[in-house]
Structures are given as structure tokens and as C-alpha cells.
């Protein structure tokens, strides 16, 4: 049961990131596609915050797990509770055409996200 929520946080970022994103970007114009952006984006990052919190939960309450798994739980929750801190940021950046701001939240947004796929990916894999 503990790799569950792991699984679905790797499943919804490439979900996401793969199929839903570029869809998006392809078939809608772009006013449309930054008003739908807008509206998926922080439901993403709250549903990855929620299912980094109860795997910290499961892993809390299960005897065989290391201290890797905790952190790997507890960053989940900090890292998706950031890029959904930042996105009225990075909107409001782009709002004003500050490019600049606008692509450095933005390389953090997608960096944590990496870091988020990679490190619940590795997680079954931890002693």
C-alpha cells in the first residue's frame, strides 16, 4: 500500500506533463489555453501536495519503512506546495509581460516537478 500514492503522483505528473499539457497547446488557441492552464495547473499541485500528504501518512503508520521514504513523502508535500504558492506569481507575471520573472518561476515550477517524478519513482526502490 505504500508505493500507492507514489504511483499516482508519477502517474498524474506524466499524465499531465505527456498528454494533457500538449494536448491543450495543439488544439486550443492560446487565450483559451492560458485560461485552461490556469485552471488545471493549481488543481494539480494541491492533488500532488494531497497525495505526497497521505503517503507521508501511509508511511508513517507503516513499521518496515525508512527514513528515505519519509523524506521522499514530506518532499513531495513542500515541493508540490510551492509550485502551487508561486502560480498567482507566475501568472501575474506573465500578465505584466515580465518575461524575465515569468521564466524563472516557470524553470521552478518544472524543476520541482522533475524532482517530484524522479524521487517517486525511485521511491519503491528504497531500502
Known amino acids: ?6 504511483g499516482l503522483i508519477v502517474g498524474a505528473i506524466i499524465l499531465q506533463v505527456a498528454i494533457v499539457a500538449p494536448s491543450m497547446f495543439r488544439t486550443l488557441d492560446i487565450a483559451n489555453f492560458g485560461k485552461s ?32 521514504h519519509t523524506l ?23 500578465d505584466e509581460g515580465d518575461k524575465k520573472t515569468f521564466k524563472l518561476l516557470h524553470r521552478i515550477s518544472v524543476g520541482f516537478t522533475i524532482i517530484l517524478l524522479i524521487i517517486n519513482i525511485i521511491f519503491p526502490f528504497l531500502p
Open 1 to 6: 500500500m505504500h508505493n500507492f500514492f507514489p
Open 37 to 68: 492552464i490556469r485552471a488545471i495547473w493549481p488543481k494539480f499541485f494541491a492533488m500532488i501536495a494531497i497525495l505526497g500528504m497521505l503517503s507521508l501518512i501511509t508511511v508513517y503508520l507503516s513499521d518496515d519503512l525508512s527514513i528515505y
Open 72 to 94: 521522499i513523502a514530506l518532499v513531495s508535500v513542500v515541493l508540490a506546495v510551492i509550485c502551487y504558492a508561486i502560480i498567482p506569481a507566475t501568472n501575474r507575471a506573465t
